[in-house]
């Protein structure tokens, strides 16, 4: 995979150029600012984004996705439908290995503290730089093998 540089690009084209790397991405943020920064650096990482702008469509999002979707990130705050934690636990029950990985510009709130004291779930305070991002999704994907992750998704495409 090549190097990508955060400092002078933050918002390189969405992974042009980049190979799937295997893992997928469900991406729930209201601000499209966020999501379209957030959704840039991972993409020119080689993830595989699925962007939603509020829960419902990330709900329908992971309905119509066949192969796994490895880790959510989603903003802790997100009107009108459910917040952050909510929807975590709805797409869990039908994705039990699902990491997530809280985003919120009001900080660390007792519920998510607590969420996060699980193996697979973290939390990233906004503002972040892309660099942060990039280094917190590693982090939460890095107990995987990503061999056998993309091994799999072909074989989810190929069906």
Do not use: W
């Not at 840039?40 to 962007?51: E, P």
């Not at 029950?93 to 699902?98: H, Y």
């Amino acid at each position: 995979m090549r190097p990508y540089n955060y400092d002078q690009n933050p918002g390189d084209p969405k992974g042009a150029g980049v190979p799937f790397n295997g893992y997928t991405i469900l991406l729930v943020d209201d601000d499209k600012q966020v999501s379209s920064i957030a959704e840039a650096s991972l993409s020119a990482q080689g993830y595989r984004i699925l962007s939603a702008h509020d829960s419902d469509q990330a709900l329908r999002l992971s309905d119509e996705m066949p192969g796994p979707i490895h880790l959510l990130i989603t903003d802790q705050v997100m009107p009108p439908f459910m917040s952050g934690q909510e929807l975590a636990t709805c797409l869990r029950l039908l994705r039990p290995e699902l990491k997530v990985l809280y985003i919120s510009g009001y900080g660390a709130t007792d519920g998510v503290v607590d969420e996060v004291g699980d193996a697979f779930a973290d939390f990233l305070a906004k503002p972040f730089s892309p660099r942060d991002l990039v280094d917190k999704v590693a982090a939460l994907v890095a107990d995987e093998d990503p061999e056998e992750v993309q091994a799999e998704a072909e074989a989810e495409e190929g069906e």
